[in-house]
T-cell receptor, first 112, second 116 residues
Framework: GEDVEQSLFLSVREGDSSVINCTYT??????LYWYKQEPGAGLQLLTY?????DMKQDQRLTVLLNKKDKHLSLRIADTQTGDSAIYFC????????????FGSGTRLLVRP | NAGVTQTPKFQVLKTGQSMTLQCAQD?????MYWYRQDPGMGLRLIYY???????DKGEVPNGYNVSRLNKREFSLRLESAAPSQTSVYFC???????????????FGEGSWLTVV
């Protein structure tokens, strides 16, 4: 079945780049997503990538997709303290439900 | 510009009590979802409704029921609450359209439920 895995924690210094990694199991996934959750809040869609793409850039965010290794990463350039949050990787189910399969989330801590 | 609205935001229940979480979306989306979020476990799908008039079980449906009242509203009911159902519940919706765009799923702000 589908499964998504992420490392639990990442700490970086303000101004550095952050790279959050994710692996997924279903090679037929068509869309992969990154969501951000700030404390006490819901999930906010950051970006997504279609499976026929290798890379997608959106301002400070860069998503890299390696389909062969089923590996997805999110790079945040010039990380700010406001980027401290939990980041969830998700793949879209390949059935007709369009539901998302989430990883357990990576907590990013940005140190001043 | 409400998006997905869910109520209540906070609720404390006693074991065995029942309650309903309400969810409404104003984006004319076809599909709606209920997830629960527990520490270190990400989000797990409880039930979903791919379109009005249909509902299906997700990963963790036991102890819950749902109703897709109309296209806008999708409620989640706990018939006899248990401490294991203490969690944060998220309602979500998406446009079940083909083609480009990623069929983005939009989330509500969450409902914090404690069962004592």
């Amino acid at each position: 079945g589908e499964d998504v895995e992420q490392s639990l924690f990442l700490s970086v210094r303000e101004g550095d780049s952050s790279v959050i990694n994710c692996t997924y199991t279903d090679s037929s996934s068509t869309y992969l997503y990154w969501y951000k959750q700030e404390p006490g809040a819901g999930l906010q869609l950051l970006t997504y990538i279609f499976s026929n793409m290798d890379m997608k850039q959106d301002q400070r965010l860069t998503v890299l997709l390696n389909k062969k290794d089923k590996h997805l990463s999110l790079r945040i350039a010039d990380t700010q303290t406001g980027d401290s949050a939990i980041y969830f990787c998700a793949e879209r189910a390949v059935d007709s439900s369009y539901k998302l399969i989430f990883g357990s989330g990576t907590r990013l801590l940005v140190r001043p | 510009n409400a998006g997905v609205t869910q109520t209540p935001k906070f609720q404390v229940l006693k074991t065995g009590q029942s309650m309903t979480l309400q969810c409404a979306q104003d984006m004319n989306h076809n599909s709606m979802y209920w997830y629960r979020q527990d520490p270190g476990m990400g989000l797990r799908l409880i039930y979903y409704s791919a379109s009005e008039g249909t509902t299906d079980k997700g990963e963790v449906p036991n102890g819950y029921n749902v109703s897709r009242l109309n296209k806008r509203e999708f409620s989640l009911r706990l018939e006899s609450a248990a401490p294991s159902q203490t969690s944060v519940y998220f309602c979500a919706s998406s446009e079940r359209a083909q083609g480009q765009g990623g069929n983005t799923i939009y989330f509500g702000e969450g409902s914090w439920l404690t069962v004592v």
